[in-house]
């Protein structure tokens, strides 16, 4: 199982930016997909999820309607587009395959014994 996350960087508050995760070395279709992050001096949160097929999508409280996890099945690829970004959503952020084939779970155990976990990728929001 390999995911690589790419796309992060440093950009503004109130500004965009789109995370990609690329997956290998499993059938994509058949997981969950999460995105989380861990801020400096702070624990895992589970910022996002979709399901196998991309048809539901579940959010933080903290991102809700800023947001957005999609995936592409036929191209291995999921992806989390945040927009509206604040100094707070500064992190690292990690794409994490569900440990299992099926239905996912909302939100997701905090622990990186959870899942498998790309190498993250570091998102800093300021001015």
């Known amino acids: 199982v390999v995911l690589v996350e790419s796309g992060g960087g440093l950009v503004q508050p109130g500004g965009s930016l789109r995370l990609s995760c690329a997956a290998s070395?499993?059938?994509?279709?058949?997981?969950?997909i999460y995105w989380f992050r861990q801020a400096p001096g702070k624990g895992l949160e589970g910022v996002s999820g979709?399901?196998?097929?991309?048809?539901?999508?579940r959010y933080a409280d903290s991102v809700k309607g800023r947001f957005t996890v999609t995936r592409i099945n036929a191209k291995n690829m999921a992806f989390l587009n945040m927009n509206s970004l604040k100094p707070e959503d500064t992190a690292v952020y990690y794409c994490?395959?569900?440990?299992?084939?099926?239905?996912?779970?909302?939100?997701?155990?905090?622990?990186?014994?959870?899942?498998?976990w790309g190498q993250g990728i570091q998102v800093t929001v300021s001015s």
């Open positions: 979709i399901n196998s097929a991309g048809k539901t999508t």
């Open positions: 994490v395959r569900d440990p299992k084939p099926g239905g996912g779970i909302w939100p997701p155990s905090r622990s990186r014994e959870f899942g498998y």
């Open positions: 070395g499993f059938t994509f279709s058949d997981y969950c």
